[in-house]
């Protein structure tokens, strides 16, 4: 085995085991295959999401269910304007203050891989300003003494039955690199499925999968925003190109994305992206436009963002739509329509972009995608032409 084989080997197998977390959380959480996801992305890229939607919408039970499915230690609350510091984080010892000295009994906040914080918008100062320490540096600070706890929390899940109001919030709501909306389920099939799931399943999984996986598939990701990709070039030249320029257009039809977004957080996802899923060019082509809609802080940015992918990709949307054709016709087995199409979409005239340059990397990445197809189907046709010699 060379050595490229024996580094890409760890790589694969902790990709196919948290694929196999994915599939089986959408096996169990029927109907939310958004959040879903953006739990993967977030969890893979060390990341904390903020889930939006209506009670009784699975967002605990996705959450506790994920922690399960990897064997991490979970830890849950739900938040009030009552709630104190002391119910969250543990309360202060009592036998040994009677000794004259100050120790807290940190609860499982503390010790936990993934925390879940419902209603996290209702919580009081005290407990907000402990957050953002939490969430940012892994450290909580005991307001009694100012010591300094070290949490081992990997990715927080904040969720929320609508999104906050208060300017006071603003600074724990970007926290969150990404925001997803959920709601109930409005589709007989959905419904039937997970009805099924609820009652004809295991309730209990089993791990299949660790955060020795998510660790791997982190460490990978973060080197990989340093390094190349073939035809493609340096990784953090790929995202400035495919991303800034949307995030502009994003910032002047007033959605806010803040440089801690575009600069620290957005970057992660970006590569957490290709880690999960594949370092492809389909991948770095589709995962910007993918990411875009986890920024949104609004229902009705998200309306914003979905009609600026829409206005930004144009007929390169029609364009990628023909390249998805021509990938299912090669996979049924139809070798010359798929040729057409795919011949069909390299003639596409990159003259037509010299007003929207910043579509210029997507339009070569499906081109690329299609060369790298004809090349498969060309050599199909010399298999068949050698086998037809016989």
Same mark, same amino acid.
């Given at each position: 085995?060379s050595?490229?084989?024996?580094?890409?080997?760890?790589i694969?197998?902790?990709?196919?085991?948290?694929k196999?977390?994915?599939?089986?959380?959408?096996?169990?959480?029927?109907?939310?295959?958004?959040?879903?996801k953006?739990?993967m992305l977030?969890t893979?890229?060390?990341?904390? $999401?903020?889930?939006?939607?209506?009670?009784?919408? #699975?967002k605990?039970?996705?959450?506790?269910?994920?922690?399960?499915?990897?064997?991490a230690?979970?830890?849950?609350?739900?938040l009030?304007?009552f709630?104190s510091?002391?119910?969250?984080?543990?309360?202060?010892?009592?036998? #040994?203050?009677?000794?004259?000295?100050?120790?807290r009994?940190?609860?499982?906040?503390?010790?936990?891989?993934?925390?879940?914080?419902?209603?996290?918008?209702?919580?009081n100062?005290?407990?907000l300003?402990?957050?953002l320490s939490?969430?940012?540096?892994?450290?909580?600070?005991?307001?009694m003494?100012?010591?300094?706890?070290?949490?081992? &929390?990997?990715?927080?899940?904040?969720?929320?039955?609508?999104?906050?109001?208060?300017?006071e919030l603003?600074?724990?709501?970007?926290? +969150?690199?990404?925001?997803? +909306?959920?709601?109930? &389920?409005?589709?007989?099939?959905?419904? &039937?499925r997970? $009805?099924?799931a609820?009652?004809?399943?295991?309730q209990n999984? @089993?791990?299949?999968?660790s955060?020795?996986?998510? /660790?791997?598939?982190? *460490?990978?990701a973060?080197?990989?925003?340093?390094?190349?990709?073939k035809?493609?070039?340096?990784?953090?030249?790929?995202?400035?190109?495919?991303v800034?320029?949307?995030?502009?257009?994003?910032?002047?039809?007033?959605?806010l994305?803040?440089?801690?977004?575009?600069?620290? @957080?957005?970057? /992660?996802l970006?590569?957490?992206?290709? #880690?999960?899923?594949?370092?492809?060019?389909d991948?770095?082509? *589709?995962?910007?436009?993918?990411?875009?809609?986890?920024?949104?802080?609004?229902?009705?940015?998200?309306?914003?963002?979905?009609?600026?992918?829409?206005?930004?990709?144009?007929? $390169?949307?029609?364009?990628?739509?023909?390249?998805? @054709?021509? @990938?299912e016709l090669?996979r049924s087995?139809?070798?010359?329509?798929?040729?057409?199409?795919?011949?069909?979409?390299?003639?596409?005239?990159v003259?037509?972009?010299?007003?929207t340059?910043?579509?210029?990397?997507?339009v070569?990445a499906?081109?690329?995608?299609?060369?790298?197809? &004809?090349?498969?189907?060309?050599?199909?046709?010399?298999?068949i032409?050698?086998l037809?010699?016989?």
């Open positions: 085995m050595d490229q084989k024996q580094i890409q080997n760890p694969e197998i902790a990709r196919e085991r948290l196999s977390v994915e599939n089986a959380l959408n096996s169990i959480v029927v109907g939310h295959e958004d959040f879903v953006a739990l977030s893979v890229a060390g990341e904390h $999401i903020v889930v939006i939607g209506p009670p009784g919408t #699975a605990s039970y996705a959450v506790r269910t994920f922690a399960q499915l990897l064997n230690k979970f830890y849950s609350y739900l009030t304007k709630s510091y002391d119910e969250l984080f543990g309360t202060v010892d009592v036998t #040994a203050l009677a000794k004259g000295e100050f120790r009994n940190w609860s499982k906040i503390v010790s936990s891989d993934f925390v879940f914080l419902d209603e996290i918008f209702k919580a100062s005290a407990i300003n402990a957050l939490l969430l940012q540096e892994r450290i909580i600070y005991d307001p003494t100012g010591q300094a706890m070290p949490a081992q &929390l990997w990715t927080a899940v904040g969720a929320s039955n609508e999104t906050p109001e208060d300017p603003v600074a724990l709501y970007d926290r +969150f690199a990404i925001k997803v +909306f959920i709601d109930y &389920l409005n589709d007989d099939a959905a419904l &039937l997970a $009805i099924q609820r009652w004809l399943s295991a999984p @089993k791990p299949v999968a955060m020795d996986d998510i /660790k791997t598939l982190n *460490n990978f973060l080197n990989l925003f340093r390094g190349k990709i035809d493609l070039g340096d990784v953090w030249k790929i995202y400035h190109i495919n800034v320029p949307m995030m502009k257009k994003l910032r002047e039809k007033g959605v994305v803040s440089d801690r977004t575009i600069i620290e @957080k957005l970057p /992660k970006f590569v957490a992206y290709l #880690a999960l899923y594949g370092v492809t060019i991948n770095v082509m *589709n995962a910007p436009y993918d990411l875009m809609c986890y920024l949104a802080r609004t229902r009705e940015e998200l309306r914003e963002i979905k009609k600026a992918i829409d206005e930004l990709l144009g007929e $390169i949307a029609e364009l990628a739509k023909k390249l998805e @054709k021509a @990938k090669l087995g139809n070798i010359q329509g798929a040729k057409s199409a795919i011949l069909d979409v390299l003639n596409y005239d003259v037509k972009l010299e007003k340059p910043w579509l210029k990397p997507r070569e499906i081109l690329a995608s299609a060369r790298q197809y &004809l090349e498969t189907i060309e050599q199909i046709e010399e298999q032409a050698r037809a010699q016989y």
